[in-house]
């Protein structure tokens, strides 16, 4: 809020040739590598779009999780935007292994297949668990070896590379991922995010694609000024760190629980457990929070940036009266 105040005085010169946005550009490099180019966007589907047109051709086809965020929550908009048929494969925990994806490369050359062109990954993923370097490298091995790219949307980047103890650089450039949605809105900021393109030949076209998915800014700086704060005496970490923090506060209170049980290893600020239906509808009165798969009453809590220890008091003080 603070960074946004400062921008917000005199004139400034529209879509990013403004001086705040030259000193986000600076901080994005400095945090990643000096040979990337961000691209800020305004929200996380649009940063997945432009990312996913900019690695394929309408005939390839995206590999992903059942679980991925672009096949279950963004309502078509990457196959809409893209043109390419999403394949999602089926995994027990929300992360792909070479393993899991070597039965789909197949049909190269044949004119009557889509043809596999990328990858998507969400680290963390949206179950909560969380890519180690090693399974990263693997897949981005794989993907290139077949002339693929690898996308990884990183609403919840922070969140991983705080569990993991590593920098955000040492997740994705030191991974080989080709393109990143580099998240802030879940971990604290206003509005927007940023596609971080590693490839110079790729980022020469992805200002294109942006103006085409209506997600260039014309006041770019109210995005562009936040990311530097957010990068700024590592913000992002003590952001994310306070969110983990909570969860693990909130996981210890709740794993002993008669009838709770937990279905997927809480890593970040993601819990994904199953509780009596009747505690749920319960807790429904006064909390909101998403069902996973309502017919094994499996939910999902998650705490963020802003969640403090009272509330994870008063929730598990509702939970014990119930």
């Not at 529209?14 to 030259?22: I, L, N």
């Not at 109210?222 to 003590?238: G, K």
């Not at 505690?279 to 403090?308: A, C, G, H, P, Q």
Request: proline share 4%; hydrophobic share 40%; with cysteine.
């Amino acid at each position: 809020m603070e960074a946004l105040a400062k921008a917000n005085k005199d004139h400034a010169f529209g879509y990013g040739d403004d001086q705040w946005t030259a000193e986000a550009v600076l901080k994005v490099k400095e945090t990643f590598t000096p040979d990337c180019e961000p691209f800020f966007v305004f929200n996380g589907t649009g940063s997945n779009v432009v990312a996913l047109q900019l690695l394929t051709q309408p005939y390839n086809s995206i590999l992903c999780a059942e679980t991925a965020h672009i096949y279950v929550d963004e309502c078509g908009s990457p196959v809409k935007m893209t043109g390419c048929q999403i394949r999602p494969i089926e995994t027990p925990d929300g992360k792909l292994t070479p393993e899991l994806i070597l039965p789909h490369l197949h049909g190269f050359g044949d004119q009557h297949h889509s043809q596999p062109g990328a990858i998507y990954i969400s680290q963390c993923t949206e179950l909560g668990t969380v890519y180690t370097v090693e399974e990263l490298k693997a897949i981005t091995s794989l993907a290139h070896e077949y002339g693929m790219y690898v996308h990884m949307d990183g609403a919840r980047i922070s969140n991983a590379a705080v569990a993991l103890n590593l920098s955000l650089k040492e997740l994705t450039v030191d991974c080989g991922i080709d393109v990143l949605s580099f998240g802030g809105t879940k971990n604290g900021l206003m509005m927007g995010e940023c596609v971080v393109v590693f490839d110079p030949v790729l980022a020469k076209k992805t200002r294109f694609f942006r103006k085409q998915s209506a997600q260039l800014a014309s006041k770019m700086r109210y995005l562009s000024c936040q990311f530097t704060a957010y990068l700024t005496d590592n913000l992002w970490h003590t952001n994310a760190s306070h969110a983990n923090k909570m969860a693990q506060l909130l996981y210890q209170e709740l794993k002993n629980y008669p009838g709770v049980t937990f279905t997927q290893k809480p890593e970040t600020n993601a819990l994904f457990l199953k509780m009596p239906r009747k505690v749920i509808d319960k807790l429904l009165e006064t909390y909101f929070f998403y069902f996973w798969n309502e017919t094994n009453n499996e939910v999902r809590l998650v705490t963020s940036f802003d969640t403090t220890e009272d509330d994870v008091k008063r929730f598990i003080e509702a939970l014990r009266s119930i």
